[in-house]
């Protein structure tokens, strides 16, 4: 007994942990971000900076898409009060951005994303 109480207090202290790690890389799927990123590259997520700081116009952000919660990235266009954002792709002719599903609360931000340039296929 004792022995499984101390697996499901390590297994819960190292989720917790892993969720909240300064930051998560993630793969881009498709090229809506396309020239900043492209579909396999493999992006740096920073979860902290928006803890000090709001999001600004131009910054590529992660978010949870609205109507599926999806994990997703675009660029901020523009700021109103609440704060909420309008998020476009840099490739709008792919994109399924904040024209589509509107405007994005700051609770739906996870991160900065910082692009590294790296893909994960040839």
């Known amino acids: 007994m004792r022995i ?9 202290a190292l989720a ?9 890389f993630l793969v881009v799927s498709g090229n809506s971000m ?11 997520v920073n979860r902290y900076i928006y803890r000090f700081s709001a999001p600004d116009a131009g910054d590529v952000v992660a ?4 109507n599926s919660g999806e994990l997703a990235m675009k660029r ?8 909420r ?6 490739n709008c002719r792919d994109s399924l951005d904040s024209r589509h599903f509107g ?5 739906e931000i996870i991160g900065r994303v910082e692009s590294l340039g790296r893909r994960i296929s040839p």
């Open 4 to 12: 499984i109480i101390v697996t499901a207090l390590l297994a819960t």
């Open 16 to 24: 917790w942990s892993i969720q909240e790690l300064p930051a998560a």
């Open 85 to 90: 954002y309008h998020l476009l792709g840099d």
């Open 34 to 44: 396309y020239p900043f990123a492209k579909s396999g590259q493999i992006v740096l």
């Open 76 to 83: 901020v266009s523009a700021v109103a009060p609440g704060p």
């Open 63 to 66: 978010f949870r898409t609205p």
């Open 103 to 107: 405007w994005v609360s700051r609770d």
